[in-house]
């Protein structure tokens, strides 16, 4: 079987994924990890009240069992508005394996009809509480996707929940091209702020050389800290300084990804630079 069943030291219940040996929010369980690292570090609630009028826009990157996507809707139902969610993976399957294990599961309660939906036709347009929602999949490589002129049609996001596989095991995910795509995409409409589990010192680097401002997230789990960043730096509520700076400097693995290889080794001479002369650290 592709997908199991797992229960967690806390008692609650999460995926694990047979082909990649990995549990999806292995520590504290799905609805805590996706509240911690998303809803309250994004300011979801807040961010999607000042666009009331308009359409708050979400890309879930990782849409995996849907437990990211369905907290962050949850947090917003009671929020006048718009919102709408891009959900982003290779395969729909761990989707169809939470929904048909939602009993145990429980982070799908109220949302089975909604996720049929999405599972059945790729979107679906729904009212949640006091808000609109409209969610969407877009299946396929992401790299790939990104990298493609069909990227320009995909409305230009507010938010970014970013939840790939680790780098050591998909790093084409993590790579210096993708995030630097990633940030042109995300500054064409209003500010964007993204937050992701991993706080290396590899990912930091690669989201300033890649033209974010970058912070020191909140702990979540066994985690002491996450990493948030943004298109602006009025998102960020703990900027990386010159000490962590420093720190990059004397690190024997900084030097971004390039491609599908993981491998680790210190900032070279000309990246040194370019990360001096980020506004961040001006």
Known sequence: MAYQLVQLKNGT?????????????????????AE?????QLRLGERAAEFHHTEFVIWDIGLGAAANSVTALESLRHRPGKVRMVSFDHSLAPLQFALENSTALGFLDGYEAQVA???QTGQIQFQNGSMTVQWETILGDFPTL???CTAGNWPSPDAILFDAYSP???PAMWSLPLFTRLFEVASIGRPCNLATYSRATLLRTTLLLAGWYVGAGDATGEKEETTVAATSPYLIRRPLDRAWLERA???TSAEPLRGDTYQQAPLSAANRERLAAHPQFQ
């Not at 995926?15 to 799905?30: C, M, N, Q």
């Not at 911690?36 to 309250?40: G, I, K, N, P, T």
């Open 249 to 251: 400097h004397r690190s």
């Open 36 to 40: 911690a690292l998303y809803v309250r």
């Open 117 to 119: 939906g999405l599972l």
């Open 168 to 170: 050591a095991k998909n």
């Open 146 to 148: 990104l990298a493609s």
């Open 13 to 33: 219940w999460s995926v694990h994924s047979e082909l990649e040996k990995e549990t999806f929010h292995p520590v504290i369980g799905p609805v805590a990890e």
